[in-house]
């Protein structure tokens, strides 16, 4: 069974860079076939994705972000990672990583994580 | 704004049925699959539907998917209580901005 669980400061000052970690566990990112994702949810809203990235390092982002957003991978620590630059109150949102099959079917999510902008 | 429509609520008694829509365009809908998910308040977004009409393993046959055209239908028989939730529809955008779109969500509300 996969897990996912995503680790990162839960405030983060405007202006500044939000970095979030998603640690995988049983399951290898190198093994490849899937598409490592990024998703948020404003409080009360719909979800919004942000991107994700293959095991070889390739990367597709949401157009609305993609000047603002970088997602790695560390196959040897089995993790990817999410930066958001720049951030204003309106990047506050519960922040999910999560398994994507392929082109939006997302298999398995993280339990996601609070980040609030706020100086 | 999102980029696939559904109705904001939809509600019905215990043990009826009840469908949610999803409208999109041939760059999203029209031409790639669709997934559905739901979300119990409080959690995470789960896999109900993928490929448009199939099933992950555990999800009971009350749930089902179709897709005609450009718009997508989730159907859920037998209503309880525990589906109250949000449901989300899901897919793929091959416009020259590719990436994931979702749905706005819809709650379902069991009487």
């Known amino acids: 069974q996969v897990q996912l669980q995503e680790s990162g400061p839960g405030l983060v000052k405007p202006s500044q860079t939000l970095s979030l970690t998603c640690t995988v566990s049983g399951g290898s990112i190198s093994s490849g076939g899937y598409y490592w994702s990024w998703i948020r949810q404003h409080p009360g809203k719909g979800l919004e994705w942000i991107g994700y990235i293959y095991y070889s390092g390739s990367t597709y982002y949401n157009p609305s972000l993609k000047s603002r957003v970088t997602i790695s991978v560390d196959t040897s620590k089995n993790q990817f990672s999410l930066k958001l630059s720049s951030v204003t109150a309106a990047d506050t949102a519960v922040y999910y990583c999560?398994?994507?099959?392929?082109?939006?079917?997302?298999?398995?999510w993280g339990q996601g994580t609070l980040v609030t902008v706020s100086s | 704004q999102s980029v696939l429509t559904q109705p904001p609520s939809v509600s019905a008694a215990p043990g009826q049925k009840v469908t949610i829509s999803c409208s999109g365009s041939s760059s999203n809908i029209g031409n790639n699959y669709v997934s559905w998910y739901q979300q119990l308040p409080g959690t995470a977004p789960k896999l109900l539907i993928y490929d448009n009409n199939k099933r992950p393993s555990g999800i009971p046959d009350r749930f089902s998917g179709s897709k005609s055209g450009t718009s997508a239908t989730l159907g859920i028989t037998g209503l309880q209580t525990g589906d109250e939730a949000d449901y989300y529809c899901?897919?793929?955008?091959?416009?020259?901005?590719?990436?994931?779109?979702f749905g706005g969500g819809t709650k379902l509300t069991v009487l």
């Open positions: 999560a398994r994507d099959q392929a082109a939006g079917t997302i298999d398995y």
């Open positions: 899901g897919t793929w955008d091959s416009s020259l901005s590719a990436s994931v779109v």
